[in-house]
């Protein structure tokens, strides 16, 4: 995806400004949540390159589960993928794929909700 790095740093800058804590995470957070920033772009891109949603909604899935034993929020993914819903607006096909990830943090059982 050719706007990665904007789409990295304006997902960093939204959530610093939505979640305040983000402010004062340590350096090693901070990589993390880059990364993660990053692996989200990373996987949407992937699904939209072979056309199958569900490279991303399983992805979705899986880091939901990874951040939230780790103690960060599901909401955090939230965020994220509705601030890159409003950045790719333009782009139905990656508009759809961040609808049906956002999906997934609503669905019954979903390790978000815990």
């Known amino acids: 995806?050719?706007?990665?790095?904007?789409l990295i740093d304006s997902a960093l800058a939204d959530l610093r400004e939505r979640v305040p804590s983000v402010r004062d995470y340590t350096p090693?957070?901070?990589?993390?949540?880059?990364?993660d920033l990053g692996y989200i772009v990373d996987f949407l891109a992937a699904a939209l390159y072979v056309d199958?949603?569900?490279l991303?909604?399983?992805?979705?899935?899986?880091?939901?589960?990874i951040l939230t034993s780790r103690k960060v929020?599901?909401?955090?993914?939230?965020?994220?993928?509705?601030?890159?819903?409003?950045?790719?607006?333009?782009?139905?096909r990656a508009a759809r794929f961040?609808?049906?990830?956002?999906?997934?943090?609503?669905?019954p059982g979903d390790p978000a909700r815990r």
């Open 1 to 6: 995806m050719k706007r990665r790095g904007e």
């Open 28 to 35: 090693a957070q901070l990589d993390s949540t880059i990364s």
């Open 52 to 54: 199958d949603s569900s």
């Open 56 to 65: 991303f909604t399983d992805f979705v899935g899986w880091l939901v589960e």
């Open 73 to 92: 929020p599901a909401a955090a993914v939230g965020l994220t993928l509705g601030h890159y819903h409003r950045q790719l607006r333009d782009f139905p």
């Open 98 to 107: 961040l609808a049906l990830g956002e999906t997934v943090l609503a669905a």
